[in-house]
């Protein structure tokens, strides 16, 4: 079994003209996703996946969710807490942050999930009704 970096994966779904690197490593990519019988991908490769196709390549949620559901339904390709992945990818379509998702979905046998991070992800959450619920610690 083969396990992928994050710039494997980016390779293999950007097509960047521009970039020469790019160019030179993208049949390679693509070959090592359509002809190895098992491949492997970390959660925090995905979790960098996400944050490198919509920093670098401009990638909205609904673009990345596609990218993600393609891979996991890849026969020759295993992705790290599966399940995780793809539930925090209907909250993630639904207007949460990829990584608050992520990190909400791991924290399901919690009974709350507390950020300083902003309380637009709590407000969120809320309408969403994620368990757990989020709450932004006070004084």
Partial sequence: MIALDTNILARFYVDDPHDPEAARQR???RRILTE???LFVPLTVVLELEWVLRAFYGFDARDFV???EHLLGLPNVGVEEWPRVADALVWHRA???FADALHLRASSH???FFSFDDRRFARRAARL???PAVKVPME
């Fill in 110 to 112: 919690c009974d709350e």
């Fill in 129 to 131: 009704q994620t368990s």
């Fill in 95 to 97: 207007g949460l942050d």
């Fill in 66 to 68: 596609r990218v993600v």
């Fill in 27 to 29: 049949p390679i990519a």
């Fill in 36 to 38: 190895s019988p098992r």
